[in-house]
């Protein structure tokens, strides 16, 4: 038994940190393609910016996740009921990663006075590297500590989560709104987290 809790983490992780091309699958919802976004960089192959968005009757239930982030402080989501919430799934090592970190950054300040919030979600890193990552590119939002891949795990049955970054959009009830898969920009995630903003007006 403890085996096997040791190992289903290691496993999660591997199927969402191959960092392999999405399939196209879907699960409803509109779809758009930004042919920019593709990365390629000695080897790693990310997501291709694939944007999927459901509509409000089409979420599923509200996600559950929570733990402690690199900086030691405790975050439940379901505290956070009622706030537009971004979750960022990314590692340091990852070129697209470090590539979008100025447009999340962007968006996260742009969107903080509307009360949305920002959590990164790293099942790789220590706190060493992911802390280090954080202060070189002045990421102004926590990131959880997700050692043991609940965060990859609060997303299954939920939406695919097919490569590394990806980056999905809460509504205000804890519900997966939209979802992109590879690296994204401030201009697409800024529409995203506004449209969904809109909703609760």
Same mark, same amino acid.
């Given at each position: ?6 190992? /289903?983490?290691?496993?999660? &992780? ?30 790693? /192959?990310? +997501? ?29 989501? !379901? ?6 919430? /971004? ?38 890193? +220590?706190? +060493?590297? !992911? ?31 097919? &490569?590394?970054?990806?980056?999905? /959009? ?7 709104? &939209? ?6 920009? !401030? ?6 987290? !506004?449209?969904?903003? &809109?909703?609760?007006?």
């Amino acid at each position: 038994m403890v085996f096997f809790r040791r190992i /289903v983490p290691i496993l999660i &992780a591997s199927l969402l940190f191959a960092a392999c091309s999405p399939s196209g699958e879907s699960k409803s919802g509109n779809e758009s393609l930004n042919p920019d976004s593709s990365e390629q960089d000695s080897g790693y /192959v990310s +997501g291709d910016g694939t944007v999927t968005v459901w509509s409000p009757d089409e979420r599923e239930e509200p996600v559950e996740l929570a733990g402690e982030t690199f900086d030691e402080d405790e975050v439940d989501l !379901a505290d956070l009921r009622g706030d537009v919430v /971004v979750l960022n799934f990314w590692y340091a090592a990852c070129p697209p990663c470090r590539a979008e970190a100025p447009d999340l950054r962007e968006v996260a300040l742009d969107t903080e006075d509307d009360g949305v919030r920002f959590f990164g979600v790293n099942s790789v890193d +220590g706190p +060493g590297t !992911a802390l280090a990552f954080e202060e070189n590119l002045e990421i102004p939002y926590p990131s959880f500590y997700d050692e043991q891949s609940k965060g990859v795990a609060a997303m299954q049955g939920k939406v695919a989560l097919q &490569a590394v970054p990806t980056t999905v /959009v809460l509504d205000d009830e804890g519900r997966v709104a &939209a979802r992109v898969i590879g690296r994204t920009d !401030a201009t697409t995630l800024g529409e995203l987290v !506004a449209d969904v903003l &809109a909703e609760s007006k």
